[in-house]
């Protein structure tokens, strides 16, 4: 079974910066790619960030291209999301999911979720 617990969120001042970790277990993660997802209130969830599990493919969303950065460390079976520069639009609940292949930006396209960390950027 597949679970991933995502971690680091908080309440941030504009421009600031957050570094969010998602810490995977239950499954081999070799051939696995690695999501990082938004959702804010009264919005569809989104796509932000993901990464092949070997660090080979990485793909952002045009909103995080620039500020944000993602990566994983085999060795503890987490992905990070590391967010600088950030704004009020980013407020959100964020979301770690996982799928068996190639990276996708659907959330549809992912198996398995985490249950979301809060990051709420003041202005």
């Known amino acids: 079974q597949v679970q991933l617990v995502e971690s680091g969120g908080g309440l941030v001042q504009t421009g600031g910066s957050l570094s969010l970790s998602c810490a995977a277990s239950?499954?081999?993660?070799?051939?696995?790619?690695m999501g990082w997802f938004r959702q804010a209130p009264g919005k569809e969830r989104e796509f932000v960030a993901a990464?092949?599990?070997?660090?080979?493919?990485?793909l952002f969303a045009d909103s995080a291209k620039g500020r944000f950065a993602i990566s994983r460390d085999s060795a503890k079976n987490t992905v990070y999301l590391q967010m600088l520069s950030l704004k009020p639009e980013d407020t959100a609940v964020y979301y770690c999911?996982?799928?068996?292949?190639?990276?996708?930006?659907?959330?549809?396209?992912?198996?398995?979720w985490g249950q979301g960390t809060q990051v709420t950027v003041s202005s």
């Open positions: 999911a996982a799928r068996i292949g190639g990276i996708r930006a659907g959330p549809r396209s992912y198996d398995y």
């Open positions: 239950g499954a081999s993660f070799s051939s696995y790619s």
């Open positions: 990464i092949t599990w070997n660090g080979g493919s990485i």
